[in-house]
């Protein structure tokens, strides 16, 4: 996915000067009027005149969006995607978007109109952040670090929302820790008027739960054959596709559709237990095995390399595949990864009632824990926060002011639901950016034609037809994987210890007894005390064998004071306390993720040094109401 960043205003000239990118270049654009600056290629143009921009991709489209009667059809391979949505817009107008099925963000300029769209896919899977100028000039980018170190926006951190990123390792809705910093809607159409400066947003989808009562196999059946025909639809051009293989799953599945067709990369830091299943699920499907070595040091650089990348989704580790571009590229002409399988057709992140076992620890039981009021819904969040740092902010105060109703609509963090209950079993994905994966996601995206066959709208719809008891008390991914290929669901999961043909009643206790074994009983040794037997690191221990963290705090621990409640003390505290046996994980990886960003370090010193005019990105407080600084 290629990144994205412009500006659009009214006052002649678009405020793009000394505006360099967080990674210290000069932005460079591609298109420049007397109102609208866009980076990102050349656009393309309309009969009307109107200039388009994508970001992303397009799969195919539905007629139904325009009253036609076909119903989904796959764009052909031999198609641009823009050239793609030119013909679909200059047949249907405008109200094609709706039945556009991809991961895309569309931009589209009609100076004579004197406005600029923006349109998102149905999640928001590609963010688009926006903030105004001093002037009143719309600043926009796909990096929201980008947005915050434009020379006229003026902007900090926001003590709530930023004590929401570090409890959650998220950020909600469109809200973003940058003061004035928003992203777009999903499912929206945005349009800013050059002239008035007015931003309006048509939302054109939201989530809808609709369930359809029918036997699970019936739904097993339906699955399996949408899954097919996405994957089908992607990889029929003759190329050599990646899966990114874990031992569990959702990338079994992609493997039981591609086959010898595949080549299995996996990510590894020694021959656990994780990539042995890997290896194995590879070689039954008679797909070419490469595995992808990652250790301690890969781990321990990810800060510096992605740094520039970090956007309040997750931690700066999560762009997993950073440093593997040339080998990935060397080895497929094409990416494919099982992520949101568990957000759309598992228990996650569903709310569901525990029992408390004693010692031995917390059952998470496959029983919904019904919430059906705001107040409910706000406890089950905070009940879920990762940690409880010590911020001058109360975090139920910051919810409370944030999730609220509208009329018949309930609005989360400036994102609009039909009701509570797709807002509880769908908002991680409404918008995508509601889950910590995105930054994985796009970190995937930026090394070639990548595609996660989940997120297909077909797949979606699907999902929201399901009752949801079958996602508490059945497994659709294993039963859909038996039915391709029941070779490899016969291979045990790595984690619960069974393999995908058992069914979930004796697959739940097999698991609990299996991880209370592990835990309690026996465990096989990894060579280092931070490796496991899963697909990550444990980066608890990692911070306590490794001195990075300490030196990057040396290095980024004074940019504390651009952060709202939190000093360079409290983060020393937190390592100490660490390196000496308590849990400040989330704490010290959240708040280093911040601390490292190129934005706060330009936040921090406008703080300190006010008068500072020796950067052009650097800008004081306009005093003398003139054009210069």
Excluded at 249 to 265: H, K, N, P
Aim: hydrophobic share 35%.
């Amino acid at each position: 996915m290629t990144h994205l960043y412009g500006v659009g205003g009214n006052d002649g000239t678009p405020a793009t000067r000394g505006w360099e990118a967080v990674d210290g270049t000069a932005h460079e654009l591609h298109y420049e009027d007397d109102r609208v600056a866009v980076s990102n290629g050349s656009p393309r143009r309309l009969a009307d005149g109107t200039l388009i921009w994508l970001v992303g991709d397009v799969y195919g489209f539905d007629d139904g969006a325009v009253g036609g009667s076909a119903g989904h059809s796959p764009r052909p391979t031999d198609t641009d995607p823009l050239e793609y949505c030119i013909d679909l817009l200059e047949g249907h107008g405008e109200r094609c978007v709706r039945g556009l099925n991809g991961e895309f963000l569309l931009v589209c300029y009609d100076a004579e109109g004197g406005r600029l769209s923006f349109v998102t896919d149905r999640l928001g899977s590609v963010p688009l952040y926006h903030a105004r100028t001093v002037d009143g000039d719309l600043v926009f980018s796909t990096n929201v670090q980008d947005v915050a170190v434009h020379p006229d926006v003026e902007t900090g951190f926001d003590p709530g929302y930023l004590h929401e990123y570090v409890v959650f390792k998220r950020t909600l809705g469109v809200k973003t820790p940058f003061e004035g910093v928003e992203e777009l809607h999903p499912g929206s159409v945005t349009t800013f008027d050059l002239e008035s400066g007015e931003l309006s947003t048509d939302v054109h989808w939201r989530p809808r739960y609709r369930p359809v009562d029918r036997p699970f196999e019936r739904i097993v059946d339906e699955f399996t054959a949408t899954f097919t025909q996405v994957v089908e639809e992607w990889t029929d051009d003759g190329g050599e596709y990646g899966v990114l293989l874990s031992g569990g799953s959702d990338s079994r599945l992609i493997l039981g559709v591609l086959g010898e067709r595949a080549v299995g990369l996996h990510m590894t830091d020694w021959t656990n237990r994780e990539a042995r299943a890997a290896k194995r699920a590879a070689d039954v499907a008679g797909a070419r095995f490469v595995p992808l070595p990652r250790g301690g040091e890969y781990r321990t650089g990810s800060l510096e390399r992605n740094r520039h990348l970090s956007n309040f989704t997750g931690w700066f580790t999560q762009p997993y595949t950073t440093g593997m571009e040339d080998e990935i590229r060397g080895e497929v002409d094409g990416l494919l990864s099982g992520l949101y399988a568990d957000t759309l057709f598992k228990r996650f992140p569903l709310p569901e009632r525990t029992l408390s076992m004693g010692p031995i620890g917390t059952l998470t039981l496959p029983i919904e824990k019904p919430i059906r009021t705001i107040p409910e819904y706000i406890d089950w969040l905070v009940e879920g926060a990762y940690c409880d740092p010590d911020l001058p902010t109360d975090l139920r105060s910051v919810l409370e002011e944030n999730v609220y109703r509208d009329g018949e609509r309930v609005i989360n963090h400036g994102v609009s639901y039909d009701s509570i209950e797709d807002m509880v079993y769908f908002g991680n994905l409404y918008p995508l950016s509601n889950d910590d994966d995105l930054l994985f996601q796009h970190g995937l995206s930026r090394i070639t034609r990548y595609r996660t066959p989940f997120l297909d709208d077909r797949l979606i719809d699907l999902a929201l037809s399901i009752p949801i008891e079958y996602r508490h008390r059945r497994n659709l991914i294993n039963r859909a994987v038996e039915r391709l290929d029941p070779e490899l669901a016969a291979i045990e999961h790595p984690h619960t210890g069974v393999p995908l043909t058992w069914r979930f009643p004796a697959e739940y206790v097999a698991r609990s007894l299996v991880a209370a074994w592990r835990k309690h009983v026996h465990e096989e040794q990894p060579p280092k005390p931070y490796m496991t037997n899963g697909p990550w690191l444990d980066d608890s221990e990692l911070i306590r064998s490794n001195d990075f963290l300490g030196e990057a705090i040396e290095r980024y621990g004074e940019n504390a004071r651009a952060l709202p409640g939190i000093d360079r003390t409290t983060i020393d505290r937190y390592y100490d306390e660490h390196r000496n046996g308590a849990d400040r994980l989330v704490e010290l990886y959240t708040l280093m993720t911040v601390l490292s960003m190129p934005a706060t370090e330009r936040i921090e010193t406008e703080i300190t040094a006010p008068n500072r005019t020796d950067d052009p990105i650097v800008h004081p407080t306009r005093t003398d109401g003139g054009d210069d600084w």
